[in-house]
């Protein structure tokens, strides 16, 4: 079974910027979709963004859209977020997940089978 491992959350002013990564063991990532999603406190867990297993579609929620970008180094079997113009809406905990049952459904949390730990994402006005 594949481990996820999310890195690179932190406090950031609004207008900055991150990067997550999402790094995958025990099994190579790049014949995979992979997805991030965030969960705010007191708030269900919603989708972000989507990668296809060739890097050739992505996907995301339209909250994000222009905003982050996603993508893939299958040499470092990693998935990153990169996060620009950020705003304290884009507060929350940032999980990658991965071993979606089904494409079509790449935004429903349900879906996905592998979850990594979370990592926190803090925006301050």
């Known amino acids: 079974q594949v481990q996820l491992v999310e890195s690179g959350g932190g406090l950031v002013q609004a207008g900055g910027s991150l990067r997550l990564s999402c790094a995958a063991s025990g099994r190579t990532f790049r014949f995979y979709f992979v997805g991030w999603f965030r969960q705010a406190l007191g708030k269900e867990r919603e989708f972000v963004a989507a990668?296809?297993?060739?890097?050739?579609?992505?996907y995301y929620a339209d909250s994000v859209k222009g905003r982050f970008t996603i993508s893939r180094d299958n040499a470092k079997n990693t998935v990153y977020l990169q996060m620009n113009s950020l705003k304290p809406d884009d507060t929350a905990v940032y999980y990658c997940?991965?071993?979606?049952?089904?494409?079509?459904?790449?935004?429903?949390?349900?879906?996905?089978?592998?979850w990594g730990q979370g990592t926190q994402v803090t925006v301050s006005s």
């Open positions: 997940a991965t071993d979606l049952s089904n494409r079509a459904y790449y935004s429903d949390s349900a879906r996905y089978a592998s």
């Open positions: 990668l296809s297993w060739g890097g050739s579609s992505t």
